[in-house]
């Protein structure tokens, strides 16, 4: 199995603030693994959380040092290679980038879709959320009208946390209702708030009828959700307190569902563990991403049929995105019909 690695620049129509900062552009991982005359493509984008940074050169690093290693194994030898990957302690994103290569080769090997192989039925996909960032209440009004104007929207992913305080999120959220009234609204504090505000904020916003809240409590004090839970009416989702399926016994008392990325996770195998580990437990599942394109979020389009929830739309906000791929209908992401993961590069690179 030989292994390509190409990086590619991608830029934000809308530059997106978050409680921990704003991203107008990344620099992302194309990975390429070839066997038998067939490519498969993976990516893998640069993401921190507390003190868990993966950034692009390092990702780099690692897939480099992988290319001598991989090379006498099969994209089939899937078990042989998860073992390596465990052994070297290799980071999520470097993970989720070459397991995505190997479904997606897997995926042309047969001449069937993802989705297809493991027999889940696209028709029933949910809607996407989009994301509105932190901003002023005038600023986040139109980017609700920029994206209701871009696409068929269903719901809004609005990110609270906001460093001036929970009076800056109160007014910036009505400012959005304002602008979508009759439209699902979805709460994400992305860790920035404390227990008390997020107590507040959980009844405040169940009074206006929003239906979740995002990692209310910063990554490290999920010893606080057990008393949050108690004391909010809202369902909470965890999402940089949940890498991988490992960290959902730990939280399942705690918690009504779990946001499940593939950079965290380590790809779609992972993300399948994560998916029936969480079921197992009685929780909910929404997959979300980073700065991520579409061959990315295609590929995680492919698992969406199992999701509760998605928020697939890092790729919608890009400008200069080099792939096509999953569908957009009806406010839905839909994997398309072609093998693999389904995804093309806009100038049919190889």
């Not at 990975?31 to 050169?57: H, R, Y």
């Not at 609204?185 to 405040?204: H, P, R």
């Not at 490290?220 to 940089?240: M, Y």
Request: charged share 20%; with cysteine; proline share 5%.
């Amino acid at each position: 199995m030989q292994l390509k690695v190409k990086l590619f620049t991608v830029n934000k129509r809308f530059p997106l603030t978050i409680s921990r900062g704003t991203t107008a552009q990344t620099t992302n991982v194309w990975v390429k693994i070839l066997q038998d005359g067939i490519e498969g493509w993976g990516e893998a984008s640069p993401f921190g959380v507390g003190n868990t940074s993966q950034s692009t050169d390092t990702t780099t690093t690692h897939l480099q040092q992988l290319a001598s290693v991989l090379e006498p194994f099969h994209p089939l030898q899937r078990q042989q290679i998860e073992e390596i990957f465990t052994k070297q302690q290799i980071p999520s994103a470097v993970r989720a980038a070459l397991d995505m290569a190997m479904y997606d080769w897997l995926g042309k090997r047969v001449g069937l879709p993802i989705w297809q192989i493991w027999g889940l039925n696209h028709q029933i996909i949910v809607p996407t959320s989009v994301t509105i960032g932190i901003n002023s209440p005038a600023g986040a009004k139109a980017r609700a009208r920029d994206w209701l104007q871009f696409m068929d929207v269903r719901l809004f992913k609005v990110k609270l946390g906001n460093p001036d305080g929970i009076d800056a999120d109160q007014k910036m959220l009505l400012a959005v209702r304002e602008e979508a009234p009759n439209l699902d609204l979805f709460v994400d504090a992305n860790g920035g708030w404390s227990e008390e505000d997020a107590v507040y904020m959980c009844n405040w916003l169940a009074d206006l009828g929003i239906k979740y809240v995002e990692q209310p409590l910063p990554r490290g004090q999920e010893k606080s959700l057990a008393q949050l839970k108690e004391r909010s009416p809202l369902p909470i989702f965890v999402d940089e307190s949940c890498f991988n399926s490992f960290d959902i016994p730990q939280l399942a008392n705690y918690v009504d569902g779990i946001n499940i990325k593939l950079m965290k996770s380590g790809g779609l195998t992972e993300a399948m563990r994560m998916v029936h580990t969480a079921r197992a437990y009685g929780l909910q599942v929404m997959f979300g991403c980073y700065s991520d394109s579409a061959l990315a979020n295609t590929a995680a389009a492919q698992l969406a049929p199992l999701a509760d929830y998605l928020d697939l739309d890092s790729h919608l906000n890009l400008i200069d995105d080099p792939f096509t791929g999953a569908l957009v209908q009806e406010g839905r992401v839909l994997p398309n019909d072609l093998p693999g993961l389904g995804v093309q590069h806009s100038a049919f690179a190889t």
